[in-house]
């Protein structure tokens, strides 16, 4: 009995330091790269590792898994100047926002010369990497974009061309006259069982798709008064009276999920589907549909003005003692032409790297130029100090107003109120 | 010479050494002083050493417990009581109450999940109690099929409830193709565009009773019938000899004698309400708008898309509170010794 007790203890305390033990990143001469799983499936991060470890022969290069949101949750390992990765591949503004506040992430201000200067990289892609410095003492880039998606209007080409909306390519929307928007979906409606057209209203999506037709028609979608959104100008008034409009003849759908609205146009039988590019893409090849069943549109004036966009990045907390080797990888991987084409060729993932957007391009060459202009011209959502808050109060009433359940004055109204207290300081820099 | 050996029994050394005959020149009682002694320090030994060894297997629990229950606990209270942000390890400035304050007098997301939650516990509760309770009291009437039947009921209960999400997301999807969509399409009631029961803030939440008391139907279920079946029938005879008609013989016979474990189920039940958060982070996000923000999915909303992690603790206390508070409640109806059985 003593001995199996002996034995016992033995076993517990060897299990104990086992599962406590933290691989850290390593020394000079390893490279731990963590990358979440889609980023894993839908970037060319795994065979760009193995190319880094080709060319540098001393170096070992290691992908681990990681939580797409995970980033405050590293801070205490880094407080201890330790850290579990040398380099983060995947991150938009919102989930990195608390991290470059307090100052975790090394500068990478020095990477933007040569074959990464500031002119090789998409304008509207790489501002979203373009932060205020958390001492107040100016702006830098903690962060370098390298996965784009711009939100834009994807069409159905069997629709359109059986709504006699198709002229060597999409016939695009005439413009925001009334008449003749409506005319454009209702020529679609009768083919179109899920909606002439289709938009995913969830926390997130609801940002970009409420915004970006504004941004379209006058170039910007922020109130006048620079806190929040537009909710008060007559622009603002005629997009969301167009949505109610269209959800009353039963034009639109404005899913609640995303989910909802991926399976929507997975259906093949929606008119249109306003999402971010990429997705638009990888849903309809993902169910097997050939890649002319869909093509592009713009909102009308964004080819000007642009439209929404958003970014994945790569960064490096300051806590890693391999930053050279992680800046290495960014430079001669992430950004080569090879890792950027790969990204979209198979998974409709824009390149930031302008480079990119020529030959190897191997889907829908003849839709890039429109949407390499849009994208330049495109803004980024600010990132609010009270976002979060805003987007749940936009939430509460955006989707009431679209389906007619509230009045539009009455639903910006509230929306205007009950922001009016928040913090919309960007923690971006211009 | 004679000594106390370690089973305690008194035994006599063969030969007699000086010290063998100087021991039985001591008197009686020193001896049996000496023995009792001796006794005490073996018992005592023993119970040292059960003690030690039961310590020793409660080990690996206690440490579970301590690390994964009691420290977050007290932990959790303790940030529930300052302003601390994303970073727990960052000076904080302790407030105290005030933070609660702010939370349920200021906080209008806080007053629509509390709303959503009183909505859905009370729906979940009527719908899961009624079916369990109904099923069981028609189940247990059966000469036959009993145990398929039960087995069936409970199935449902080992499927995750993140897959049963999934489930009924297709069952009310509002492509068309959903079950429930093409069920109304096949008896002529079909809509267009169709019926999209997580999309709709009128069906949202209802939606999510029904997804989760298909999943827990069975276990209350097995609870009352356990009941069920510990009446006596002698009892539910003799009133039938006195003329009871079933409806008579159910509510004032079985119903009363069922207490006990209608406290259980109820308990259940209504503590599964309280804790509602799969189901929305699976299947709606807290939406349409905030049609389905329950308070464990705004607790988890304010600790990881917020990173306020005191405000998420605060949350979190309340609801911990609110379920305690029901639970009690309930003890005290259904007060188990007022019960009568035969």
């Known amino acids: 009995?003593?001995?199996?007790?002996?034995?016992?203890?033995?076993?517990?305390?060897?299990?104990?330091?086992?599962?406590?033990?933290?691989?850290?990143?390593?020394?000079?001469?390893?490279?731990?790269?963590?990358?979440?799983?889609?980023?894993?499936?839908?970037?060319?991060?795994?065979?760009?590792?193995?190319?880094?470890?080709?060319?540098?022969?001393?170096?070992?290069?290691?992908?681990?898994?990681v939580d797409k949101w995970g980033g405050p949750t590293y801070i205490p390992e880094w407080q201890a100047g330790k850290t579990s990765f040398d380099l983060f591949v995947s991150g938009t503004g919102t989930m990195l926002a608390p991290l470059i506040v307090?100052?975790?992430?090394?500068?990478?201000?020095?990477?933007?010369?040569?074959?990464?200067?500031?002119?090789?990289i998409v304008g509207g892609f790489l501002s979203e990497g373009y932060y205020k410095k958390p001492d107040g003492s100016g702006a830098f880039y903690p962060m370098i974009p390298f996965l784009g998606e711009v939100a834009i209007v994807g069409i159905n080409t069997a629709i359109m061309k059986q709504a006699g909306l198709w002229?060597?390519?999409p016939v695009p929307m005439p413009g925001w006259d009334a008449q003749a928007y409506f005319d454009?979906?209702?020529?679609?409606?009768?083919?179109?069982?899920?909606?002439?057209?289709?938009?995913?209203?969830?926390?997130?999506?609801?940002?970009?798709?409420?915004?970006?037709?504004?941004?379209?028609?006058?170039?910007?979608?922020?109130?006048?008064?620079?806190?929040?959104?537009?909710?008060?100008?007559?622009?603002?008034?005629?997009?969301?009276?167009?949505?109610?409009?269209?959800?009353?003849?039963?034009?639109?759908?404005?899913?609640?999920?995303?989910?909802?609205?991926?399976?929507?146009?997975k259906t093949g039988k929606a008119g249109s589907f306003f999402a971010a590019q990429g997705h638009t893409m990888e849903l309809v090849l993902s169910a097997g549909a050939p890649e002319d069943a869909i093509g592009y549109v713009g909102w009308p004036g964004s080819d000007k003005n642009g439209s929404i966009i958003w970014t994945h990045s790569v960064w490096i907390p300051k806590a890693s003692k391999a930053k050279d080797l992680a800046k290495a990888f960014i430079r001669e991987e992430v950004f080569s032409k090879d890792f950027q084409q790969w990204q979209f060729n198979n998974w409709g993932k824009l390149p930031t790297f302008k480079e990119a957007y020529g030959s190897g391009i191997q889907r829908y060459g003849e839709y890039m130029p429109m949407i390499l202009k849009v994208a330049d011209n495109s803004k980024s959502i600010p990132l609010f100090k009270d976002l979060q808050?805003?987007?749940?109060?936009?939430?509460?009433?955006?989707?009431?107003?679209?389906?007619?359940?509230?009045?539009?004055?009455?639903?910006?109204?509230?929306?205007?109120?009950?922001s009016a207290n928040l913090d919309f300081t960007d923690v971006r820099a211009k | 010479m004679m000594f106390l050996s370690r089973e305690g029994r008194v035994s006599v050394a063969k030969g007699r050494t000086a010290h063998g005959r100087f021991c039985q020149e001591r008197t009686g009682s020193a001896m049996d002083e000496a023995l009792a002694?001796?006794?005490?320090?073996?018992?005592?030994?023993?119970?040292?050493?059960?003690?030690?060894?039961?310590?020793?297997?409660?080990?690996?629990?206690?440490?579970?417990?301590?690390?994964?229950?009691?420290?977050?606990?007290?932990?959790?209270?303790?940030?529930?009581?300052?302003?601390?942000?994303?970073?727990i390890f960052e000076p904080h400035k302790l407030i105290g109450l005030k933070g609660y304050y702010q939370t349920i007098v200021k906080d209008s997301f806080f007053h629509t999940a509390m709303r959503n939650q009183t909505i859905y516990a009370v729906s979940y509760f009527f719908l899961t109690f009624s079916c369990s309770l109904i099923l069981a009291i028609l189940i247990n009437e059966l000469r036959k099929g009993v145990e398929i039947l039960q087995v069936i009921f409970y199935l449902p209960m080992i499927i995750p409830l993140s897959i049963v999400g999934g489930i009924f997301l297709w069952i009310f999807s509002g492509t068309g193709n959903g079950f429930y969509n093409l069920v109304l399409n096949h008896l002529g009631l079909g809509q267009s565009p169709p019926v999209n029961v997580y999309g709709d803030p009128r069906y949202a939440l209802f939606g999510l009773v029904i997804a989760r008391s298909w999943k827990m139907t069975g276990f209350t279920l097995i609870i009352f019938l356990a009941g069920l079946k510990g009446i006596s029938k002698e009892v539910r005879e003799a009133a039938q000899i006195d003329g009871a008609s079933f409806r008579q013989e159910l509510f004032r016979v079985v119903l009363p004698m069922l207490r006990p474990y209608l406290l259980i189920g109820v308990v259940w039940i209504l503590i599964n309400s309280m804790k509602e958060f799969d189901l929305p982070a699976v299947m709606t996000f807290g939406g349409p708008g905030t049609a389905t923000l329950t308070?464990?999915?705004?607790?988890?909303?304010?600790?990881?898309?917020?990173?306020?992690?005191?405000?998420?603790?605060?949350?979190?206390?309340?609801?911990?509170?609110?379920?305690?508070?029901?639970?009690?409640?309930?003890?005290?109806?259904?007060?188990?010794?007022?019960a009568q059985r035969g």
């Not at chain 1, 104990?16 to 933290?22: K, N, R, V």
């Not at chain 1, 100052?103 to 990464?116: F, Q, R, V």
């Not at chain 1, 009433?397 to 109204?413: C, F, H, M, W």
């Not at chain 2, 909303?301 to 029901?326: H, N």
Request: glycine letters at 6%.
């Open chain 2, 37 to 87: 002694a001796q006794k005490h320090r073996m018992r005592a030994r023993r119970r040292f050493r059960e003690r030690r060894n039961l310590f020793l297997f409660l080990l690996p629990t206690l440490f579970f417990v301590v690390v994964f229950l009691a420290f977050p606990l007290l932990s959790s209270g303790y940030l529930s009581l300052t302003d601390v942000r994303a970073n």
């Open chain 2, 295 to 338: 308070l464990y999915y705004r607790a988890w909303s304010l600790a990881f898309e917020y990173w306020e992690m005191g405000k998420s603790a605060q949350v979190s206390y309340i609801t911990a509170l609110l379920i305690l508070l029901v639970s009690w409640v309930f003890n005290r109806i259904f007060k188990p010794e007022t």
């Open chain 1, 167 to 169: 002229k060597d390519g």
């Open chain 1, 1 to 65: 009995m003593k001995k199996l007790l002996i034995v016992f203890l033995v076993f517990l305390a060897a299990g104990l330091t086992f599962a406590t033990g933290q691989k850290e990143a390593g020394g000079p001469k390893s490279l731990l790269v963590a990358a979440p799983p889609w980023i894993q499936k839908k970037t060319a991060v795994l065979s760009a590792a193995e190319a880094f470890q080709k060319a540098h022969a001393d170096v070992k290069v290691e992908i681990i898994t």
């Open chain 1, 389 to 418: 808050t805003y987007a749940d109060i936009i939430k509460k009433y955006l989707p009431d107003a679209a389906n007619g359940r509230i009045s539009v004055d009455e639903a910006l109204g509230k929306i205007k109120a009950e």
């Open chain 1, 184 to 265: 454009w979906f209702r020529k679609m409606k009768p083919f179109a069982e899920q909606g002439a057209h289709v938009q995913i209203w969830d926390k997130e999506f609801m940002q970009y798709n409420y915004c970006a037709p504004i941004l379209a028609m006058t170039g910007t979608f922020m109130d006048a008064s620079g806190k929040g959104f537009d909710v008060t100008s007559s622009a603002a008034r005629k997009w969301l009276g167009m949505i109610q409009q269209m959800a009353k003849e039963k034009l639109g759908n404005w899913t609640a999920t995303d989910t909802a609205g991926y399976e929507a146009w």
């Open chain 1, 102 to 120: 307090d100052g975790w992430l090394e500068p990478l201000d020095d990477m933007l010369t040569g074959s990464m200067a500031k002119d090789k």
